[in-house]
Every structure is written in C-alpha cells, then in structure tokens.
C-alpha cells in the first residue's frame, strides 16, 4: 500500500534554530537573543549567534535535503532579518538572503513551505509591548504583506505563526522561553486575542500579496489523548479531553483552532476564564476566521486516556508505564499512535486535510540513529492507518532536517536528520537521513 499520490514528504527547521549571523546585514535583536544572551535561561549559555551557520552554508544544505530526497521544507523566515526593529522599510540584505534560499530550494525541485513567525519577535516591538499592544495585529499584517511581495510569486504553502501556545504559554505565562514573561492569565488571553487577530490579518495579506493560489494554515500543537483502548466510550472520552478548553493556561487546542474555523470561542472556556477574558468583538472574530487551507500540526507526544464510571475523560495513571521510550527531553515520552489521533480527531472537526509540520525524536548520537528510526517507522504507522481509513493525511514534515539550536536545551538534545558537528560545521547524514529517504523514494509502501 502506497500513501496518497500527492502525499508530501519534507522536514522542517526555523530560521533561530539554524541561520545564525544574528548581527549581520543590518538583522535587529529578537526576543529569543536577547533571552539567550542572559546568563542562566539555555542549558549551558548556549545562544543562536553562529547556530548552524546556515546563513551562510545553505547551498550546502540544499545539497543535503536533495540528498535526503526532501519534496518539501519547512522554513521560517526572521522578522528581525527583514524589519530590524519589527516595523517601517523592509532591510533588503534580509530579503536578498530569503530570495536566494527560495530559488535555491526551486532549483533543487524542493517546495518551500514557510512560515512567517517562528517566535523570533523583534526585541523592539517586545519593548512597544509586543503581542499585549493591540497594534501587534496590524504590526504583523505589515510583515506579512512585506514578505508576500517579496517571495508570494514563488512560494506557495504559508504557515502564519508556530505554536501559539509555546508563544503565549512558555513565553508569556510561565516564563520559561523567551521573553520569560509571568502574566496572569487575562493578559494572556488578550495576548492571544491578538495573536489570533494577527493571523486572520497575515492571511488576508497573503492572500492579497501572493500570486496564484496560496494554501495557508497555522501551525498548531497540543498534547494527543490516546484512548487506552478503542471502544467508542473510551474514544468519546479523549475526544472530549481533547477538544476541552477549561484548563487554565493557554494549551487548549480548541481555543486556538475554534475561532479560526468556526468564528468563535469555545464555549466552555468562556465560562471557565469568566472574568479573566478578553473583550471579544464580532469583528474580531470575523477577522480572525478567515479561510485556511489546511491544519497544520507539529505532533510529538500524547497522553493515555480513559472513561471513568460516569464517562469522563481521565488520565491514566502512570502515563504509558513505567519503562516506556523516551527521547533525551523527558516530555518526548514515545506514543506512536500520536499521529494517528491527532489526525482523526481534527479532521474529524475541522474538515480540513491535515498537514503535520513537526515530528521527531532527539537524541544525542552521531550518525547512527536507530532509535530515530525505530521512532520513524512507529509513528509513521499511524499515518499510514489514517490514510487507510480515508482520513485526508495530506503530508509529513520530520523536525528537523539538521541538528539545531533547541530553545532552551540549546545544542545538547538533537532532532536531526543530518548530524552538525558545532565546533566544525560539518554536516553529516545521519543512518535515519537514508532510511527516510527510502520512505519518500517509495511514497511510503515500505513501512
Ligand atoms: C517544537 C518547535 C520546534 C522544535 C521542536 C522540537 O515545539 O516548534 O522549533 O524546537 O519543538
């Protein structure tokens, strides 16, 4: 059995994880450099200024995702790279480089898919209050029309923001990444409002910006509920878990999904953030749910599910058990059918193809990787069964194409493909690089 015809198999990294240059061709400081120029916020004090170099050494890494056998990257492009201080002239060095990535990718026959907002903010529209300032929306739509008339000719698959929630919950409520602010939860909400609104105002610029037809989404993440077993009561019940939006933080998938696609905030969370949310225009919502093409998706990790006496979703106990995989970062606990459920449960939703734009493993090994294919061939399953069952899988991003700078755990954890040697630069194709190679080669009939 083969994946759909059109199936696209790519990978993905983000333009703070790998350019570096932070300082060069007139870029302005993000968040994310100033965050890891202070002492004691990434492991070890490792920081984004040279990463892996890939500002200047991506000829070479186009050669490298040829030899992967990559149809698509996933890329994102660094506001502060073409609008130093968030707003005003574009900086043409900083377009120069993305025109020149994107032909670059064209000639190799690789689609690029990009993203415009990888959590690089610039630091200077953190300091004009960055996504609390209602102005973050028309901030964002400015770039976003900057970027599509500079590369909308050629680029074609668009991503607005990556992960919302890491944005606002890492980043704003519980201060671990940048810009390692503790909000209540009302000012994240309103942050989020915002971000939401930034969107529908980037999808609306794109859509004006670009020539041809755009396919445009934004990329998504949450925890998988996994039912224990697949009983309808036990399904029911992860569905619900996955779908509620009471928690009191900010990584409710539905409350980031269900304004885009439907018009509105769930309802259950409205109740349950009573006073604590924010003012919510019906212009806003119209504005926020503009057209998406697609879900994108970035999938991980998963929690296991099941219905107690009355029905209601539960966690079990104990998670997967006691010895299950893990990757080096301890919440990169392995659950194959992630990707399976994930799937289901949004298309199911949504009615929309699904797309996932991250998936991966970390490690710290050199070139021989078998637990990266272990984890590869387990959670690529779990497509294959969606596809069977007709749910409309449209593609599959691994994170990463290359080792990276990895936020907070800075170089020690590797999601790669292809091993960087940091000291040296050299990049090698990991065991994994070829056996996923053979995947795209065969549009998955191996697996
Ligand atoms: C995701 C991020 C990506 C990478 C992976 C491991 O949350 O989008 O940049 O760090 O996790």
């Not at 029905?311 to 970062?329: C, D, I, K, Q, S």
């Not at 949504?350 to 996932?356: G, I, M, N, Q, S």
């Not at 090994?365 to 409309?392: C, M, S, T």
């Not at 899988?393 to 990463?400: D, K, Q, R």
Request: glycine share 10%.
């Amino acid at each position: 059995m083969s994946f759909p015809k059109n199936f696209v198999w790519g990978a993905a990294a983000a333009a703070y994880q790998i350019e570096g240059a932070w300082n060069e061709d007139g870029r302005g400081p993000s968040i994310w450099d100033v965050f890891s120029h202070e002492p004691g916020k990434v492991f070890d004090n490792h920081n984004g200024d040279v990463a892996c170099d890939h500002y200047h050494r991506w000829r070479e890494d186009i050669d490298l995702m040829r030899e992967v056998g990559l149809q698509a990257y996933r890329m994102s492009v660094a506001w502060p790279r073409l609008q130093p201080t968030g707003t005003g002239k574009p900086n043409a060095k900083g377009l120069a480089f993305y025109d020149r990535l994107i032909d670059g990718l064209l000639d190799a026959g690789i689609t690029p898919w990009v993203t415009l907002f990888h959590w690089d903010l610039p630091y200077a529209l953190h300091q004009r209050g960055g996504f609390l300032n209602r102005d973050f929306v028309e901030w964002f739509g400015d770039y976003a029309g900057l970027v599509a008339a500079k590369l909308g000719d050629r680029v074609k698959h668009w991503m607005t923001f990556n992960e919302p929630p890491v944005i606002m919950g890492l980043g704003h409520h519980e201060g671990r990444f940048a810009p390692g602010l503790v909000l209540p939860l009302s000012d994240c909400l309103l942050g989020a409002h915002h971000l939401l609104m930034a969107h529908g105002r980037a999808v609306q610029a794109l859509r004006a910006g670009c020539r041809g037809r755009v396919k445009i989404s934004i990329a998504h993440t949450a925890r998988e509920r996994i039912p224990v077993q697949e009983d309808r009561r036990t399904i029911e019940a992860a569905r619900r878990d996955y779908f509620s939006s009471t928690a009191p933080n900010l990584w409710n998938l539905a409350w980031w999904a269900d304004p885009i696609v439907f018009g509105r905030y769930p309802a259950d969370g409205v109740q349950a953030f009573g006073r604590a949310m924010p003012k919510v225009t019906a212009a806003d919502l119209r504005l926020i749910s503009q057209k998406i093409d697609f879900l994108a998706y970035n999938c991980y990790t998963g929690w296991q599910i099941r219905a107690d006496a009355q029905g209601r979703p539960e966690r079990v106990p104990g998670g997967f058990g006691a010895g299950n995989p893990r990757g080096t970062l301890s919440w990169l606990e392995i659950a194959p059918s992630a990707l399976y459920w994930a799937a289901r449960f949004q298309t199911e939703r949504y009615r929309l193809p699904l797309v996932f734009s991250e998936n991966g493993f970390c490690n710290t090994d050199f070139v021989h990787d078998p637990q990266r294919i272990d984890f590869l061939a387990r959670y690529l399953a779990g497509i294959k069964r969606a596809v069977q069952e007709d749910i409309p899988v449209a593609g599959y991003f691994h994170w990463s194409i290359m080792d990276n700078f990895e936020w907070i755990e800075g170089y020690k954890d590797r999601f790669g493909l292809v091993h960087v040697d940091y000291q040296t630069q050299k990049r090698t194709l990991k065991d994994s690089a070829y056996w996923y190679r053979e995947v795209i080669r065969q549009n998955g009939a191996n697996l």
